[in-house]
């Protein structure tokens, strides 16, 4: 790719981020302004508005990648857990608007399979927790992505909802993911579960 269109083409992602974030619905003439390009130009980049988003999507979490792989996680695997999530939170609100969009053009399927490389650094850190009695192992690892994908998101949902402000985020994210995770404490011995309705009854 030439210079000036690699040029026009990492204006257009970045005007997609900015577009979005003012309006959730802005069109690709919309972004092309931004971009300061012609729509004859952006369409010579991106066919289509999904392929655009898709694109500005990627370009956002391989960011993230670089600033999450900055980071120690190494030692104790809650904290490092606590400053995973406070790092990769900041980059979900960072591009909510985007995030939105995405959910709008592409299958759930489609997003969660372009988060994979970004769920890989987490997988690492709870795989090793479990192994180290920090997190709770009666659970598989997929699942506690899981949870923490619905949990990050559900926030943005939240703040979007007027519910949650973006200060507070982090340290709900945190205190719900934590408790969840933290290893389930062993059962007294003998004890046993306890049908507390009458045997013969239907109460």
Do not use: C
């Amino acid at each position: 790719m030439r210079a000036d269109a690699q040029r026009n083409r990492a204006a257009i992602i970045r005007a997609t981020v900015e577009s979005l974030r003012n309006d959730p619905d802005a069109s690709v003439a919309d972004i092309a302004a931004t971009a300061g390009v012609g729509r004859m130009t952006l369409y010579g980049h991106f066919k289509t508005r999904t392929e655009l988003v898709e694109a500005a999507l990627v370009d956002s979490l391989d960011r993230g990648a670089e600033v999450l792989g900055q980071l120690d996680l190494d030692g104790d695997p809650r904290q490092a857990l606590a400053a995973l999530i406070e790092s990769s939170w900041t980059l979900v609100d960072q591009s909510r608007a985007l995030l939105t969009a995405a959910q709008k053009e592409l299958p759930p399927g489609r997003i969660r399979e372009l988060h994979e490389k970004a769920e890989a650094r987490m997988r690492g850190l709870l795989e090793r927790g479990q192994h180290e009695g920090a997190f709770r192992n009666d659970l598989p690892v997929s699942w506690l992505l899981s949870t923490t994908h619905l949990v990050m998101h559900g926030a943005a949902d939240e703040i979007a909802a007027g519910r949650l402000t973006p200060e507070v985020a982090p340290s709900y994210i945190r205190a719900t993911l934590l408790a969840a995770f933290a290893p389930a404490a062993p059962a007294p011995p003998g004890d046993t579960a306890i049908d507390d309705k009458p045997h013969g009854t239907s109460m």
